[in-house]
């Protein structure tokens, strides 16, 4: 019982450091080939180009909100 629980636990943690192995090697290679570099600069692009459409979004319901009909709303301070 004892030995087996020891198999099944060194077989374990070996199937698991094979695995890290592997992700590090590969994640290695990508950073050597600068796909690293390309993904973050697309994952910022994107998050631009959302922050800016959302700006745009809120100008223009401001804008909305700010005019009517007879011209411009007075607003006091």
Sequence with gaps: ???SVF???T???LAFAA???????S???AARRGQVERRRQVVLDAYAEREIA????????RSR???SPHG???QLP
Excluded: P, Y
Aim: no cysteine; charged share 20%; hydrophobic share 50%.
């Design 1 to 3: 019982m004892v030995n």
């Design 7 to 9: 198999v099944l636990v």
């Design 11 to 13: 077989s374990g943690f």
């Design 19 to 25: 695995a890290m192995a592997t992700l590090g090697w």
């Design 27 to 29: 994640g290695i290679k």
């Design 54 to 61: 959302r700006e745009q979004i809120r100008k223009a319901a």
């Design 65 to 67: 909100r700010d005019s």
């Design 72 to 74: 411009t709303i007075l």
